[in-house]
């Protein structure tokens, strides 16, 4: 069965500062994996996705990830954090059938100080 | 803007009443969805529709009914809810079922009395 990792419940990083948030997958195939994005009060947004090719993407806001096959890990990045993106944010790796369901990590949950 | 649209944003609602949610997207999208969020946690995944039809019921209680009028709409009608029902209610929809991202909608934030 797939399942997701994010190990860091909780991150703080002051304004400016680069950000990773890490996240790990088990899956039996090739992944299809997704960053979302979630604000106080609001749904949640896609920051960007992986679905083949080239194993490092970018997404909006200045987010990157990385998807590294032998680590079973697919990273996100950003140089230089701004207050706004003070988030809850989730990854998730989409179903291996089109009958499946998506599989969301617990998320964390990103601080940033001014 | 939120290209999926959930109303309405708050509902308060007595345990004997009935309600409705709705959810609309117009991006011509065939698989929509219903989660279910508590505060701190990942979206709970209830209902899945594929062309219409329900394709996962996440073993919900009956007192969550969903419905799906037509590819555009996706209702979750409400009854005799129980306190620890209270939560951030998200729709979502994606191209087809399975590995599209899903586009959410802001969500009802309901509480039950």
């Known amino acids: 069965a797939q399942s997701v990792t994010q190990p860091d419940i909780h991150i703080t990083v002051s304004e400016g500062a680069s950000l990773e948030l890490r996240c790990n997958y088990s899956?039996?195939?090739?992944?299809?994996l997704f960053w979302y994005v979630q604000s106080p009060g609001q749904g949640l947004q896609l920051l960007l996705k992986y679905f083949s090719g080239d194993t490092l993407v970018q997404g909006i806001k200045g987010f990157e990830a990385e998807f590294k096959r032998s680590q079973s890990s697919f990273n996100l990045r950003k140089p230089s954090v701004h207050w706004s993106d003070a988030a809850e944010y989730f990854c998730a790796v989409g179903a291996q059938t089109n009958a499946g369901k998506s599989t969301f990590g617990d998320g964390t949950t990103l601080t940033v100080k001014p | 803007d939120t290209e999926v649209t959930q109303t309405p944003k708050h509902l308060v609602m007595g345990m004997t009443n009935k309600k409705s949610l709705k959810c609309e997207q117009h991006?011509?999208?065939?698989?929509m969805y219903w989660y279910k969020q508590k505060a701190k946690k990942p979206p709970e995944l209830m209902f899945v529709?594929?062309?219409?039809?329900?394709?996962i019921n996440e073993s919900v209680p009956s007192r969550f009914s969903p419905e799906c009028p037509n590819s555009s709409l996706l209702n979750l009608h409400l009854h005799a809810l129980q306190p620890e029902d209270s939560a951030l209610y998200l729709c979502?929809?994606?191209?087809?079922?399975?590995?599209?991202?899903?586009?959410f909608g802001d969500g009802t934030r309901l509480s039950i009395l």
């Open positions: 529709y594929s062309y219409e039809k329900l394709s």
């Open positions: 979502a929809s994606s191209r087809w079922v399975g590995n599209q991202p899903q586009h």
């Open positions: 899956y039996g195939a090739t992944p299809y």
């Open positions: 991006m011509g999208h065939r698989a």
